[in-house]
């Protein structure tokens, strides 16, 4: 199964709750990064490591389908 048909299968449920967790902290960590005010660099740090993690979390969670396991049996 290729990343495109990954992508589109369907995800578990416990993933797609994963998923949006990931979705926020993203959105979390990309909203302190672009902050209009200037931020101590730990709360910078801090958003940057958000953005990232959010986006793995994301990217993880969404590529994970309903059958992996029949799949890797394969």
Do not use: C, E
């Amino acid at each position: 199964m290729n990343i495109v048909k990954r992508a589109k299968a369907p995800t578990p449920k416990f993933f797609q709750v994963i998923r949006n967790i990931g979705l926020t902290l993203a959105a979390i960590g990309g909203t302190v990064l672009a902050a209009p005010i200037a931020l101590p660099i730990v709360i910078s740090s801090i958003g940057g490591y958000l953005a990232v993690a959010g986006g793995v979390l994301s990217a993880v969670s969404q590529i994970t389908t309903l059958n992996d396991h029949a799949n890797a049996l394969r």
